[in-house]
Structures are given as structure tokens and as C-alpha cells.
């Protein structure tokens, strides 16, 4: 799979170990949320290593019907070379929460890139949470993910992205020392209709991410797409104000995103636990003004 982004032109060259793409490194991940009585089911499960699911559990207790998937990988993390393709539906009615078992390790590279792609598609009263655990980039690592969303006007997707600046405590630390991170998401109504294109590119080797105006003194950023219909995401919106906390070292805030298409939420900080904290905050405002249904404490070991 070829990426065409300008940003990875110099990182054309194959690795020495496994080829692009081969044997172990075309990842792929496809699965299906369905509605049956009165919860929801996952109803189609395709997975290829290191890619992983097992089977939903019915462990939130705000949200019974809820299925909550955990995406494992069998790798010790990604490497140079690897691709991954993801594919998320839920049907008309349904619900799911898709999460990863731990954060994703972008291993040190000194050869190709890694290219993620995510198809996620909502149909009528769909409702998805996809939160996966923190992205943790190595030096000199280099990831490129592209998002495609498709969801219709009356579904929601509650999506968030959290990015570390990297392996901050390992020896002297890689404070912001991988090569490129570049996020794209795209969402569209299903009939091609645009809402929006975002797209954030971070190149640490030729701009600074610590200057002001950029990250500065925070080490840590997520950033939550909620697309939902406009009388649910108004109200949301009245209720995050911009919050920026120098004391515990965390700023916060939502704007609205074009063509009525929902909220963007975005924290800095520095450290994960705070970030975490943040997004949860934010889902426990959204799942209730749109489901009707709480978000249950934390785990106390989370």
C-alpha cells in the first residue's frame, strides 16, 4: 500500500528485515455492531495478525447493552514497514465502544514508515465510542494514519486521539524526537456529502513542537472528534468552557466544527493521566445528552 502524502517522500526506502507490507506486517481489522433486542451485538469479526479481537464483553455498567471490544495486537508494537487497515460499521440502532489494550509503541525506525488507515461508517441512530489508548512515538519514528468517516445525520461518533511526545522517561528522555506524525480524519454524510477535512502534521527535525503557538511546555495532546446531531451537540458545547489550569499544567476547550457536523475537543497537558481525565470528563457530558445512559466510575486500577 503506497501512501500519497508528500510528507513520507524520503521514507520510500525498504527495510533490510521484513519487506513492506509482507508476512506479519499488513495488519488488518474489520468488524460489525448490530442491533438484537435490547442490546447490541457484534455481529461480523474479520482479523489478520497481529490484529486481535476475542469477543465483546458487557462490562459497562452505565451502558449494559453496550458491547465494549478490546483491539489487541501480538507485536510488541509497530514497526517500519508495517500497514494496518481497520474497517468499523454499526448498523441502523446499533452501539459499540472500541478500545485498545494498551498504548501503541511506534518502534524506532531507520528505514519506510508505518500507514494506518480506519474506515469507520455509521448508519441511521448509530452510536459509536472509539477511544484507543495513547500513541507513544520512539525517536526517529515516522507514522502516517488516515481516517475516513461516513456517518449519517442522525448517528454519533464520540472519537478521540491522544498523542504522547514520546518515551519521556527512558534514558534522558525523546521529548518530540520522532521524524513525522501525520493524522488526517475526512468525514462525509453517506452520500459523499463533505462535513470536514482536519489534518494535523507534526515534523519535529524541521520545526520545534515546543515553541509557543505550537505545544510549548505541555508534552501531551488529545484531540476528541464528537460528530452528533446539532440539538446534541449545542448543548454540549454550552456546557465546556475553555479551561486553562496553570497550576496542574493542563488547558482545554472545544469549538464547533463546520456543516452542523458536531464538536472538536482538544487538551494539552503534560502529563496522560490528566488527558485521560479530560476525555472522560467530556464523554460523561456527551453519552447522557445523547443516549440517555451515564458513564460509569473508573476502574479504580485505570
Known sequence: MKVLAPELDLYQDEPRQLPTGGLGKDALLRLRFEARHD??????????????????LYCDEGMPGLPVVYIISTSGGVLQGDRYAMEFSVGPGACGHITTQASTKIHEMDANYVAQTQDITLDDGAYLEYLPESIIPFRHSRFHTFTRIRLAATATLFYAETLTGGRLYYRDGEKFQFDVFSSTVNAERPDGSKLFTEKYLLEPPGSSLSRLGIMGDFTMFGNVILLTPPEHSDSIHL????????????????????????????????????????????????????????????????
Open 39 to 56: 442490546r447490541s451485538i457484534l455481529s461480523f469479526m474479520e482479523r489478520r495478525a497481529p490484529l486481535l479481537v476475542q469477543k465483546a
Open 239 to 302: 456546557r465546556v468552557p475553555a479551561v486553562w489550569n496553570k497550576e496542574q499544567r493542563w488547558a482545554a476547550g472545544a469549538s464547533r466544527l463546520p456543516n452542523n457536523a458536531g464538536l472538536i475537543y482538544r487538551v494539552l497537558a503534560t502529563e496522560s493521566g490528566i488527558v485521560r481525565a479530560k476525555v472522560r470528563e467530556f464523554l460523561s457530558l456527551a453519552r447522557p445528552q445523547i443516549t440517555g445512559f451515564e458513564v460509569p466510575s473508573e476502574f479504580p486500577w485505570r
